[in-house]
């Protein structure tokens, strides 16, 4: 095992090689603590990059968990011997400095393992982290590690700490005290793991992290203060319900993310006056079948529409009133139900059924409720599962249909 005090001082003394302390040359020689971390990291067989592999006691390891190592190496002498001392094909060595890889071009998903140096920990996790690595294992000094898991007011508590903590759950996995070392450090330090979350914030990392980063600017004044380079940044706290005269670093990781969409939320369309769309909606304009929907919704309900699926669906019709939008859409007696007061959804709603007056009163309902699709609706009159097990067998049924007409 390379991690082992016995192989890291042959190899440098084959090499005939000081540690370099500016590089942070500490060789971890705690082999079995160190692979139960690897262990620990949950790595899924994707590409791997290595920051700072050294003699190659992590990367043996990470090589057992991928097909695809890319160790990154500062020191050339260190990289020439990993080149020649682990000839294994899943392992490439690059000379170079980890601050100055494109992690952000790598492709996905990957994940970054390296025993980082502890003059460049901050920068290289930020650089790191904003490329959205799956997974990210590090052993780092002590105190850097209480950048990632840092809460508010507390010292460490900064940009890398919120966006860690929105995007990755993260633990340490290990504790390597000063003899886990050669040569021994003057510090302790830990393995941290951290993985994406599966329900992380869809908004962009860079942009959360950029943000964050403005309003901690000046962490000890107040929001007021930081915020001023922010369009609507007052009108968007106010939104959400923070005091603007509290400091930035009082923010807990999930009200900084809440900041952020308020502030960059899209204007809200204003509301037509359902009224007066009723006034100018006639039996001859409508179908049965058609029902309200806000200008800002339109496209996304027109995806819900493969031109693929079912041949016999025409374009759907629209018709623009007053900044309404009144349209053909399958789903719709889950809304006229709803307007109706109706607590189940009719299966079959025959054309001789309907109710003008009904309708009339489903389209001012959904107006004033701000119901745009069915999406918003289908929950409150229907189980969800129901409706669309309803919804695909009538689809089926009408693919059949179209089926047969072809044939005859």
Sequence with gaps: ????????????????????????????????????????LGLRGEPIIEIGPGLGGLTELLLQKSDCVRAIEKDAAMADYLRLSLTDPKLSV???????????????????????PYYITTSLCERVLLARPRVFG??????????????????????????????????ILGTFPEESFYPAPNVQSVFVGL?????????????????VRTCLGM???????????????????????????????????QQFLSFYRAVTAPAKESA?????????????????SQFYISEAKLSEVLRWFDPNDLKNFEPIPVKRIDGAVVMLDGHTR???????????????WEPEEWDWEMYRRCVRECILRDVHTPADLIPRVIPE????????????????????????
Aim: aromatic share 8%; charged share 25%.
């Design 1 to 40: 095992m390379r991690a082992s005090k016995e192989f890291v001082t042959a190899a440098l003394s084959a090499l005939e090689h000081t540690p370099n302390r500016a590089l942070g040359q500490n060789f971890c020689i705690d082999g079995a603590r160190l692979s139960a971390c690897v262990d620990a």
């Design 94 to 116: 690059e000379q170079g400095d980890a601050l100055r890889v494109k992690y952000e071009e790598v492709p996905q998903p990957f994940s970054v393992v390296g025993n980082l």
């Design 138 to 171: 590090c052993m780092v000094q002590r105190e850097a590690a209480d950048r990632f898991f840092a809460g508010p007011k507390e010292d460490n508590y900064g940009a890398l700490s919120v966006v860690t903590q929105l995007y990755y759950d993260g633990r």
């Design 195 to 211: 993985a994406e979350k599966p329900n992380a914030p869809v908004e962009p990392i860079e942009k959360v992290f950029a943000f």
């Design 219 to 253: 962490r000890r004044k107040t929001l007021k203060n930081n915020v001023k380079s922010i369009p609507n940044g007052l009108d968007a706290l106010a939104a959400i319900g923070v005091d603007p005269s509290a400091r930035a670093e009082t923010l807990a990781p």
């Design 272 to 288: 037509p006056d359902p009224d007066a769309v009723l006034e100018r909606l006639t039996l001859d304009d409508l179908q049965p």
């Design 334 to 348: 889950a809304v006229a139900a709803y307007g109706a007061g109706l607590k189940r959804v009719p299966l079959i």
């Design 385 to 408: 599962g129901e409706y669309w097990e309803k919804w695909d067998a009538w689809c089926d049924r009408m693919q059949a249909e179209v089926e047969a007409e072809r044939k005859s």
